[in-house]
């Protein structure tokens, strides 16, 4: 005579809730860390095309020059006339270096202006950046 169990014995499943929590926590995870590892101290512009090595600095100092003309020095703005002292007070002894990131279509005289005023502000040496083809 066979004896019932007093217990039954249930298949095993997967539940896929928990999956999904843990798929949606890995997404965000992901996507604030890669939106940290971005430069935000700049106004977006259309930049030109080009070809140049990444940046190895780590916090430049960037001039950005607008479709319209505007000047910006890391996101505040400002005018050709201030460009100089406002750069003086940016800039310490050892990094005397400017990204310049002017849209293709600023004017070229408002962009060869700025250069000089933050040359007169004691800049050596001007990073032009380009957008990758």
Known sequence: MKLPRARVHKRG?????????VMFFLLVTFMLASLSMQSLNSIAVNLPQGDAPNL??????????TRDGKI???KNPTTLSAIASALRTMLNEHESSVVVN?????????????MLQAQRAGVSHFLIAVKRE
């Open 13 to 21: 499943r997967v539940e896929i809730i928990p999956m999904i929590d």
């Open 56 to 65: 190895e600095q780590k916090e430049p100092v960037t001039l950005s020059v």
């Open 72 to 74: 910006f020095l890391d």
């Open 102 to 114: 002017a849209d293709s279509a600023a004017p070229e005289g408002v962009v060869v202006e700025a």
